[in-house]
């Protein structure tokens, strides 16, 4: 007997109230299948989604099943950016995560689909598969088309800035608007929504060749009908998202992570996806695994290629090809299927061959996107984790975005308590090159840990700073980053950590090759790391935290929040 049968008896109510709500009473007998998405007038990754709930119910009713549709729509980082509602962003992958858990325990539902699109709605969408573990599959929203010379919507920070400077004119700048997002779908370039479409597929959790379809397409229509027999199948056999969320599949999904230069995001959400089910997948294994695996694609921002240009390269799957000696092909996936006997599934139907014809039209090949194991775009991954006395608990930082010759850099520390501090300084000319900024009290539990992409391309598009001057923050940044920046700083300033303690003129160090970040010196003078740490017991004596009070969701979210390195989920107490 199917769940919500059996729970239907003992409330015989419910039936009554799903009658009211349009169902038929030959309804009430079918497997009964919850479709969340995050559709909403939010952004362009959401606005779509409707056509791809439509697609879904539809899919469903053709296998027997009766779809219930509910929505609970995500923010968009891009729109948050720049003020305090970026505060807000990573408190809402757990609320988002909280609602889809609710809506799915509260009616006794047979299987669930999610329909997501971007940064913080995927991460919370896998963690509560993760959570509910009841037969389901998640559907990404796919990618946007890129404007005209490959035209993205992060490129209006420094048009922004020019526009101030009087370099361009305001219509210009509106020209850039208008033309930066000309479709729904994902931003063009591998920030954290395109990073984490290709995780929900590495992981499993998603169809294979979802991530990064262009969302223009009917063929994303297609697949999120196709999605609703496979969560028919997933019913009859029992498969359940733990079954596919195992160490295999995470150690999978962090190498494709590597080969795309994924954001660090990343960092943040597998982590948090693991922890619902057990595991405990720290960064260090992002580094290790990316200190192996090679880059194999140039992607925007760091690259040259917008991401619906790797879907036509084969996208995940394509990958995979390039990458079986690093993959456990025997993962299981939603297809029912594992990996690698869904590479022999799409290889024998002809999946890659139609990539190749869109690729065509630009007058591309697949190994020119895609480019072979033996030829990477870069190697050692993109992704490194710095470890010191500025960071005992860990930092991560983009490498690949990063300009080799700030791989290795000492200069004076800049301390800022907020972003918009720091921002102005950066703009009024009190950077100098050589500077370490550090922005703090922007972790978890100091402000939420918002995105600071406005502060990084504040530094990328200022020629005298971009490859002279470094980012420090135990905040985060948006997949967008370029540049020396590094984020997550742990622990967080807010709990004590020797990122508060940092005064102006302290000498900090970033090594990447060597993995570290530390502070050298106190006062402009290098000294011993014992005189250091004396200096830094001295100032924690008399450090206080800054009072940041803040009501609702987000003081909840700040009061809860574990350290960034543990992925920054709730930490619930007994």
């Known amino acids: ?45 959401s606005y779509h989604l409707d056509k791809l709930v439509k697609s879904a119910k539809n899919g469903l009713y053709s296998v027997g099943c009766k779809p219930a549709v509910y929505t609970v729509t995500d923010m968009c980082d891009g729109i948050a950016m720049a003020h305090d509602g970026m505060n807000y962003s990573l408190v809402s992958r757990e609320v988002i ?3 889809v858990e609710i809506h799915a325990l509260s009616s006794p539902f047979d299987g669930i689909m999610l329909i997501s699109s971007c940064d913080k709605s995927i991460p919370a969408h896998l963690k509560a598969l993760a ?88 063929q994303l229509e297609h697949l999120s009908y196709k999605a609703a027999e496979k969560v028919k199948e997933l019913m009859e056999k029992s498969i359940t998202p733990r079954q596919i969320l195992t160490r295999k599949a995470f150690e999978n999904a962090i190498v494709i992570h590597a080969a795309i230069s994924g954001s660090t995001n990343a960092t943040l959400h597998i982590p948090a996806i693991a922890h619902e089910v057990g595991l405990d997948i720290t960064a260090d294994l992002f580094e290790e695994i990316h200190a192996k695996v090679p880059v194999l694609v140039s992607l925007k921002t760091s690259g040259k290629w917008p991401t619906e240009l790797l879907w036509f390269a084969g996208g995940v799957p394509g990958l995979m090809m390039q990458l079986k000696d690093y993959l456990h092909l025997d993962a299981l996936t939603v297809t029912g299927k594992t990996v690698g006997e869904n590479l022999e599934e799409l290889e024998r139907d002809g999946y890659f061959q139609v990539g190749k014809g869109y690729l065509r039209n630009y007058g591309l090949t697949t190994e020119e996107v895609i480019q072979p194991i033996d030829k990477p775009y870069k190697q050692g991954g993109g992704l490194a984790v710095l470890y010191g006395n500025l960071a005992p608990e860990g930092a991560v930082v983009k490498h690949a975005a990063v300009d080799p010759k700030m791989h290795v ?52 598009t200022n020629p005298e700073l971009v490859a002279t001057t470094a980012l420090i923050t135990d905040g985060r940044f948006s997949g967008a980053t370029r540049g020396p920046a590094i984020g997550h700083v742990s622990p967080e300033a807010a709990t004590g950590g020797p990122l508060a303690l940092v005064e102006e003129g302290d000498l900090i160090t970033v ?64």
């Open 511 to 574: 090594n990447i090759p060597a993995r570290k970040l530390e502070i050298v010196g106190i006062a402009g003078k290098e000294t011993s790391k014992e005189e250091v740490e004396k200096v830094l017991a001295e100032r924690k004596k008399n450090w206080t935290r800054p009072v940041k009070e803040n009501k609702g969701v987000l003081g909840l979210f700040q009061s809860m929040a574990t350290s960034p390195m543990k992925g920054a989920y709730l930490k619930w107490t007994k």
């Open 131 to 218: 959570r509910l573990d009841m037969p389901g599959i998640h559907i990404s929203g796919g990618a946007m088309m890129p404007g005209p010379d490959y035209l993205s919507s992060e490129k209006l920070y420094g048009s922004g800035f020019k526009e101030k400077r009087g370099e361009i004119t305001s219509h210009e700048l509106l020209v850039e608007q208008i033309n930066s997002c000309p479709t729904c779908g994902a931003c063009q370039f591998m920030g954290t929504a395109s990073t984490m479409q290709t995780m929900s597929e590495a992981l499993g959790l998603s169809l294979p060749g979802n991530a990064l379809m262009p969302a223009s397409i009917n």
């Open 1 to 45: 007997m199917l769940k919500s049968q059996h729970l239907r008896k003992v409330n015989t109510q419910g039936d009554g109230l799903r009658l009211g709500s349009g169902w038929t009473p030959s309804d009430l007998a079918k497997p009964q299948v919850l479709i969340d998405s995050v559709f909403g007038d939010s952004h362009p990754g």
């Open 409 to 460: 850099h000492t200069g004076p520390a800049k301390p800022y308590d907020s972003e918009e501090a720091a921002v102005e300084a950066i703009l009024s000319g009190e950077i100098k090159p050589g500077d370490m900024i550090i922005i703090r009290y922007e972790g978890p539990q100091g402000a939420g840990m918002p995105e600071m992409l406005r502060t990084t391309e504040a530094i990328y």
């Open 97 to 99: 995560a909280m609602m």
